[in-house]
């Protein structure tokens, strides 16, 4: 079983940074894949970065060069550093852990206005 609960999430204007943090509980987390997911009103849930621990990260097209994914297996922890905010970037963001099954955090709410 593991456990993830994300931190970080707030209010912050346009063109600003916030740094969301996921710590997770389970002594497998260094092996699952680790991704960031956001779900805004009204929309899908979408990919917006992922973490495969092998060195490979994936981002979504639309936060490439302003979002990092980035990992501390020692601390059980992913983070999703977050520069240049949008107002369409406001959304819930959920943490993923994958593995043979997958697990999901509570989410936490960033807001940037218009």
């Known amino acids: 079983q593991v456990q993830l609960v994300e931190s970080g999430g707030g209010l912050v204007q346009p063109g600003g940074s916030l740094r969301l943090s996921c710590a997770g509980s389970?002594?497998?987390?260094?092996?699952?894949?680790m991704g960031w997911y956001r779900q805004a009103p009204g929309e899908q849930r979408e990919l917006v970065a992922t973490?495969?621990?092998?060195?490979?990260?994936n981002y979504a097209d639309s936060v490439k060069g302003r979002f990092t994914i980035s990992r501390d297996n020692a601390k059980n922890t992913v983070y999703l550093q977050m520069n240049s905010l949008k107002p369409e970037n406001t959304a819930v963001y959920s943490c993923?852990?994958?593995?043979?099954?997958?697990?999901w955090g509570q989410g936490t709410q960033v807001t940037v206005p218009s």
């Open positions: 993923n852990a994958r593995g043979v099954r997958s697990y």
């Open positions: 389970g002594s497998i987390f260094g092996r699952m894949v």
């Open positions: 973490d495969t621990n092998s060195g490979r990260t």
